[in-house]
């Protein structure tokens, strides 16, 4: 079984930084990728970053130039690093391991939710203003 565990959230004034840690233990198929889906209440949930099954990156329009998501070389962990948070950045923050061997860009394979996706319990990100 796949087990994800997130850490790293808080609470933070706008303009803060953050970051995020992910680590992903047990089998996983060879075409997996990690990234970062947020969701706050009462809002769709929001691909925000992830790796590609190439090691490129993609981010949603609404954090780049200000979220960066970098690896130790294994496909195994994924951080968040966060800048220049701002309010709207408030909410819960999960780690997925997902299937991006197909053509779907990364950034929507990200949101499948299927028996090829793994999802951690999340990490509660606060941005004050």
């Known amino acids: 079984e796949v087990q994800m565990v997130e850490s790293g959230g808080g609470s933070v004034q706008s303009g803060g930084s953050l970051r995020l840690s992910c680590t992903a233990s047990?089998?996983?198929?060879?075409?997996?990728?990690l990234g970062w889906v947020r969701q706050a209440p009462g809002k769709k949930r929001e691909g925000v970053a992830t790796f590609d099954e190439d090691r490129s990156t993609s981010y949603a329009d609404s954090v780049k130039g200000r979220f960066t998501i970098s690896g130790d070389g294994t496909r195994n962990t994924a951080y968040l690093q966060m800048r220049s948070l701002k309010p709207e950045d408030t909410a819960m923050y999960h780690c997925v391991a997902f299937y991006c061997g197909g053509s779907m860009p990364a950034l929507q394979a990200l949101l499948v939710e299927d028996e090829y996706t793994w999802w951690g319990q999340g990490t509660q990100v606060t941005v004050s203003s």
């Open positions: 047990g089998y996983m198929y060879s075409s997996y990728c």
